[in-house]
């Protein structure tokens, strides 16, 4: 008897370590430390689609379709929402989501095979850091003004979207955020299935009310709010670089959700049903609002449209979107980073370093609320990167790789991995970056508007996009293999 029990005891305790063991191996993986098998991801198409859709639909594609209505009318603005958003999208979606899905590898990771494992830190603080901290901090602030606007409605007084209440808002906004992000994907997972069908609907109900006032045929036939030159051409070109960035915009995110989804369709396709889907209807939305108003500011032009009821309804679920799309974004950030970081990095906790990212967009939120007012310049500065990037990813896994990646190499020691290249940077890749950066801006300059005039035929992005994945394809051919770098067949 006394062996038996200390048997039985003893397959008790085995079991539970094994199960100990497994929970934090799914843990590490879900966490980026490891591939992510298909067993352990959570999202099939439609939960797929509903995570981009709560991705998308932000305070950010009524900002968009509001910017995009003072180059041109609404007629040429909606061309140009849905050109300029699934090419972009497109391009960004095949860069990053195949090799997720296909591999559940993090994608940072994956751009040790593009950059070096060096070289992915620098594009990670490029990307992600210096990008994702901006989003958080103005994503923030749209949800701040949003409260501060629900307050000014029903308490009768005019809003103060750099007050106070805005502030305590958005700094109320990014803890949430963190707290939600803390419990890791599932609960980000549950908060998309309930959040993003209940804005897809409004979004709806918003386009309806807005019908109500004007014809649709009245709608198109009105002029651009303020068109900064006297050539249309180039005021829809303009409008269509806007569009294309929103799409691009997507670079740093969408290859870590994907890599919770079963496989390489359901990673690719509900990019083009949620996130390219979702953006478009909010951009039309805030389009034709900012057009009927005279204001791209939707906490502004909701309550004139739907009521004070309905729009205090409105701005809630405008509020809360907002918090769907920084979970999203802080979840993939930190999978990144913990990554590309050093082994002192990744010793933090998993709260501890979601808390200490949010510190800067805090401090951005308290001390410079100003920066929500360069919303539109910030999206098209991006695109001069991500284009790039996404040239490069495109580049380097479908023609030079075949689909295909070591994951042993991958995710083993790289000092004297494969993909070290040159002292863990790929001189190729990141010049290709640079070209890319390079021509983006001598085609087209986001802080001035001064364009060449191949922008009015070939828009800034898909020269840079273009330009950056042919220097990468051309100088691996020539150079890469022959040092054996890269692991390249």
């Known amino acids: 008897p006394d062996m038996t029990d200390h048997v039985t005891h003893g397959g008790f305790a085995a079991a539970e370590t094994e199960r100990a063991e497994a929970e934090q191996n799914r843990a590490a993986a879900e966490r980026g430390d490891a591939p992510l098998l298909p067993s352990e991801r959570l999202w099939g198409f439609w939960e797929f689609t509903y995570a981009n859709s709560a991705l998308a639909i932000a305070t950010w594609a009524f900002l968009i379709g509001g910017s995009v209505g003072l180059f041109v009318g609404p007629k040429e603005g909606i061309a140009a929402i849905i050109i300029g958003n699934i090419v972009g999208v497109m391009l960004t979606a095949l860069a990053t ?186 951009e039309i939305v805030g389009l034709l609002a900012a057009v009927a108003l005279g204001d791209s500011d939707p906490t502004i032009w909701m309550t004139k449209i739907a009521g004070p009821v309905i729009g205090i309804i409105a701005l809630l679920f405008v509020a809360f979107a907002n918090m769907t799309s920084m979970a999203n974004i802080l979840y993939t950030s930190i999978v990144g980073l913990r990554q590309v970081g050093t082994a002192s990095i990744r010793a933090i906790s998993w709260g501890a370093i979601l808390f200490l990212f949010c510190v800067i967009p805090l401090g951005l939120v308290v001390f410079y609320p100003q920066m929500y007012d360069g919303f539109f310049i910030f999206l098209v500065w991006t695109s001069a990167l991500n284009s790039a990037l996404a040239g490069i990813g495109i580049a380097d896994y479908f023609f030079l790789r075949g689909q295909k990646l070591d994951m042993r190499s991958l995710h083993g020691p790289q000092e004297n991995g494969p993909y070290r290249f040159w002292g863990g940077f790929n001189p190729i890749g990141l010049f290709a970056l640079a070209v890319g950066f390079v021509v983006y801006v001598l085609v087209f300059n986001p802080q001035t508007l001064a364009s060449l005039p191949a922008f009015k035929y070939l828009t800034a992005s898909v020269p840079s996009c273009l330009a950056a994945g042919a220097v990468h394809y051309v100088l691996t051919r020539l150079f890469a293999r022959g040092r054996g770098w890269g692991l390249y067949p």
Do not use: H
């Not at 602030?141 to 502030?167: C, H, Q, V, W, Y």
């Not at 963190?178 to 309930?194: C, D, E, Q, R, Y």
């Open 97 to 282: 989501t195949p090799l997720s899905g296909r591999y559940g590898i993090e994608q940072f990771v994956a751009l040790r095979s593009q950059f070096g494992y060096n070289g992915s830190r620098v594009v990670y603080v490029l990307a992600v850091v210096i990008l994702t901290m901006g989003w958080l901090a103005v994503l923030a602030m749209m949800f701040g003004r949003s409260i501060d606007g629900l307050a000014a409605l029903s308490a009768g007084e005019a809003a103060n979207p750099t007050g106070i209440k805005m502030i305590v808002a958005a700094v109320g906004a990014i803890l949430v955020t963190w707290f939600i992000v803390a419990k890791g994907p599932t609960s980000i997972k549950f908060f998309n299935m309930v959040v993003s069908p209940a804005l897809v609907i409004l979004m709806i109900v918003m386009l309806y009310l807005i019908l109500q006032q004007r014809s649709f045929s009245e709608l198109l036939a009105m002029p651009a709010l303020a068109p900064p030159f006297e050539d249309n051409t180039l005021n829809f070109i303009i409008a269509v670089e806007v569009n294309l960035a929103a799409g691009f915009s997507w670079w740093p995110y969408i290859g870590n959700l994907a890599r919770l989804t079963k496989n390489e369709r359901t990673a690719f396709w509900p990019n083009i049903v949620g996130i390219f889907g979702a953006a478009a209807l909010g």
